[in-house]
């Protein structure tokens, strides 16, 4: 590989700052000064920016456990943003997985596999998402058979997907569903003259959030984990 897309490609500096840097003689491979782009970079090189040794970054499949009062954006003027939590190098490359609200907790996925995200986030691949829900009302028996059936959500014209709902307690409950609409959960609890205080997600697809990963902390995803949302 040419030197200045190796240096690319582990820093996330564009081709001309690349060159830059170069130029600059910040660069060495194997302890030698180096200022040429085209130099081809060897399995066994060592390229050193400023005294730090570079490796590509591979494709990242991270879980977080998003807490409340960060936001699911690349950027935000007002709030923390759910990328402040990560110690991740070229962390501008990662996107999430579909979102989370502001106040909502729980699973996030993060990556920079545009495609493997394509596929878990679009509607044609109906991955399930469960919710543990709190209502400022109680939870009327009539929701489960209401939310299996599909309910209108204001200003829109197909009613939701049938999901499941598991009334845990009074006030709480679990729900399943197959599509990521807007705000779907709280519209749906909307729809039926209920509120929700508190949401949080436990699970994607066949992947629960592992009951020993902190609020706020995260890590990559295992093998069977990618192999469990492959199904
Ligand atoms: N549904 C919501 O209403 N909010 C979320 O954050 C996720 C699903």
Redesign the pocket.
Known sequence: MRLDKFICDCTGLTRSQAGKVLRQKRVTINGQLVKQASLQVADSDQVVLEGKPLTIVGLRYIMLHKPAGYLCANDDPEHPIVFNLLDEPIVERLHTVG???L??TGLLLITDDGQWSHRISSPKHHIA?T?RVWTADPIGDDAVSLFAEGIMLRGEKDPTKPAELDIVAAHEALLT?HE?R???????FAAIGNK?EQ?H?EKIGGLQLPADLAEGAYRQLTAAELELLAK
Do not use: A, N, S
């Not at 807007?182 to 749906?188: A, F, I, N």
């Open positions: 979102r989370l609200d106040d909502t998402k919710y569903i990521g807007y705000h779907q959960v709280k519209r749906m929700v949401l997600r």
